[in-house]
């Protein structure tokens, strides 16, 4: 079954650190990929989308992931975090059909 | 541009009583999807339409759930004789129809049956 994995449920960075979340896709065709920041009590915000074309993709936010086929992997970056930037991450994906398949989430903890 | 709307935000029930959540789209998105959030997990697909058509359920859409979109605008998720397990974060996202269909998500309706 195609599939989502987000490497590790909680993370914690201190502020002005490089923040890493990981995100792995398992499908035999590449899918769509998308990054999603949840603020507690709210809904979705998409941070960034990978369709075709440039494999590194910037988003909102100082946000950027890339695809990488051959690790089937996406994962999200930010080269120096902001205590704004604590929230839940879900990284997703549409593999090919039009429903979303959202990873389980990873929790981003600022420390100041 | 307002957004994705959902009503009511919060919705607190008794277990067996019905409730039932609406959503109102982006005025020119063509698709509406229904997802359910639990503590700790990622959102969950529940059904999506097209206009008014209602084109996927998931198997996790129990006969106790309907969602309709009549007039291919705003929809409605009814759950019937709620359970404990119903409660979660109903999410409502809407798009055009694309290849790559990106989702624009509204704030949710939070669920909790005593």
């Known amino acids: 079954a195609q599939s989502v994995t987000q490497l590790g449920s909680h993370v914690s960075v201190s502020e002005g650190a490089l923040v890493l979340l990981r995100c792995n896709y398992s499908?035999?065709?590449?899918?769509?990929l998308f990054w999603y920041v949840q603020y507690p009590n709210q809904g979705l915000q998409l941070l960034l989308k990978?369709?075709?074309?440039?494999?590194l993709v910037k988003g909102i936010n100082g946000f950027e992931a890339e695809f990488k086929k051959s690790e089937t992997s996406f994962h999200l970056t930010k080269p120096s975090a902001h205590m704004s930037d604590a929230a839940e991450y879900f990284c997703?994906?549409?593999?090919?059909?039009?429903?979303?398949?959202f990873g389980t989430g990873t929790r981003l903890t600022i420390i100041p | 541009d307002t957004g994705v709307s959902q009503d009511p935000r919060h919705k607190i029930t008794k277990r067996g009583q019905n409730v039932t959540f609406r959503c109102d789209p982006i005025?020119?998105?063509?698709?509406l999807y229904w997802y359910r959030q639990t503590l700790g997990q990622g959102p969950e697909f529940l059904t999506y339409?097209?206009?008014?058509?209602?084109?996927?359920k998931s198997r996790l859409l129990s006969d106790r759930f309907s969602a309709e979109r009549p007039k291919g605008s705003f929809s409605t998720l009814e759950i019937q004789r709620t359970e404990q397990g119903d409660s979660a974060m109903y999410l409502c996202?809407?798009?055009?129809?694309?290849?790559?269909?990106?989702?624009?998500f509204g704030p949710g309706t939070r669920l909790t049956v005593l």
């Open positions: 996202a809407s798009s055009i129809q694309s290849s790559y269909n990106e989702q624009f």
């Open positions: 499908s035999s065709v590449p899918p769509y």
């Open positions: 990978y369709t075709t074309g440039a494999t």
């Open positions: 997703a994906s549409v593999f090919g059909n039009e429903k979303l398949t």
């Open positions: 005025s020119e998105h063509n698709r």
């Open positions: 339409f097209q206009n008014e058509a209602q084109l996927e």
